[in-house]
C-alpha cells in the first residue's frame, strides 16, 4: 500500500506566507514526480507545481515568483512555500506523486488535500 498525506494548510492572510508539505509512505520503489495541484470551490482542480525526480519544476503561471516547490528525495516530501498569497490562492491543495510501488506497478497517487485560505 501506498499513502500520500498533507500537512500545513490554514488560515493566512493576503500578503502572507505558508508551507504545505506531502509525504508519501509505504510500499515504494521509487517516485518519479511530485507535485501540487488545488482546487478553489466550484472550480476545477488546477495545477499549481510539479518537480520531477530529476530536477525539473513547471508552475502555473498564476504563482510564478510567489511559490517554490522543492522536494526530499530521501524522504519521499514534496514542499511548496507560498509567499505573497492572494484570496484567489484558497483552495484545498492537493499533493500528487506518481509512484512505481515494489511490485512494480505505477500510478499516480493522491493526497485527501488540505485547506488554505486567504483572507483579504
Known amino acids: 500500500q501506498v499513502q500520500v498525506v498533507e500537512s500545513g494548510g490554514g488560515l493566512v492572510q493576503a500578503g502572507g506566507s505558508l508551507g504545505l508539505s506531502c509525504a508519501a509512505s509505504?510500499?515504494?520503489?521509487?517516485?518519479?514526480?511530485m507535485g501540487w495541484y488545488r482546487q478553489a470551490p466550484g472550480k476545477q482542480r488546477e495545477l499549481v507545481a510539479t518537480?520531477?525526480?530529476?530536477?525539473?519544476?513547471n508552475y502555473a503561471d498564476s504563482v510564478k515568483g510567489r511559490f517554490t516547490i522543492s522536494r526530499d528525495n530521501a524522504k519521499n516530501t514534496v514542499y511548496l512555500q507560498m509567499n505573497s498569497l492572494k484570496p484567489e490562492d484558497t483552495a484545498v491543495y492537493y499533493c500528487?506523486?506518481?509512484?512505481?510501488?515494489?511490485?512494480?506497478?505505477?500510478?499516480?497517487?493522491w493526497g485527501k488535500g488540505t485547506l488554505v485560505t486567504v483572507s483579504s
Open positions: 518537480l520531477t525526480s530529476g530536477g525539473t519544476t
Open positions: 509505504g510500499s515504494i520503489f521509487s517516485i518519479n514526480s
Open positions: 500528487n506523486a506518481n509512484i512505481l510501488s515494489t511490485s512494480f506497478n505505477r500510478m499516480n497517487y
